[in-house]
T-cell receptor
């Protein structure tokens, strides 16, 4: 069973059309949940870390939220430059590496 | 520029060959991580080093090995290459080795094509 499942796999939005990406996770003890952005041919770029249920973080048009089972990345009034693959990752307590989901590929059309 | 440097950016080789990928971590970071990214599997953790010592191991094949040198740069060695090894290989670094939630800084990756 995958520890991290992201949905949808791909999402196409019109510019200005707000939406949410989902990341559901299964871990015994969550040390942190991470969101990264990856542009084609580049390495993932860190966006947010969330540590506990109820926590929220914002950056420009992006807002990440966390519950005990899932995280959402809300995109408000997206622009074409927000087009990218968004990756979610979790880290359990103990000396464990980040485990990534397969990502959501977002396309924002002008 | 993330501060994590990976070389080479692109590499094309034949089955059965051996290659070495190199990574210089961000200044001040002691941990280095290697991940493999393929279209169907996403980012898969291979191995982590902290200050020269192996700290964690993922599903790294026996044909693959890595090390971290005293100057903290790391090398990932891939041998007896197969077609299925074609992928993007990312190096990432972080300040600590696991004391807290680790924010990883990724390099731009090395794209390996095995023909």
């Amino acid at each position: 069973e995958d520890q991290v499942t992201q949905s949808p796999e791909a999402l196409r939005l019109q510019e200005g059309e707000s939406s949410s990406l989902n990341c559901s996770y299964t871990v015994s003890g969550l040390r942190g949940l991470f969101w990264y952005r990856q542009d084609p041919g580049k390495g993932p770029e860190f966006l947010f870390t969330l540590y506990s249920a109820g926590e929220e973080k914002e950056k420009e048009r992006l807002k990440a939220t966390l519950t005990k089972k899932e995280s959402f990345l809300h995109i408000t009034a997206p622009k074409p430059e927000d087009s990218a693959t968004y990756l979610c990752a979790v880290q359990e307590f103990g000396n464990t590496p980040l485990v990534f989901g397969k990502g959501t590929r977002l396309s924002v059309i002008a | 520029d993330s501060g994590v440097t990976q070389t080479p950016k692109h590499l094309i080789t034949a089955t059965g060959q051996r290659v070495t990928l190199r990574c210089s971590p961000r200044s001040g970071d002691l941990s280095v991580y290697w991940y493999q990214q393929s279209l169907d599997q996403g980012l898969q953790f291979l191995i982590q080093y902290y200050n020269g010592e192996e700290r964690a191991k993922g599903n790294i094949l026996e044909r693959f090995s890595a090390q971290q040198f005293p100057d903290l740069h790391s090398e990932l060695n891939l041998s007896s290459l197969e077609l299925g090894d074609s992928a993007l290989y990312f190096c990432a670094s972080s300040e600590n080795g696991g004391a807290g939630a680790n924010v990883l800084t990724f390099g731009a990756g090395s794209r390996l094509t095995v023909l």
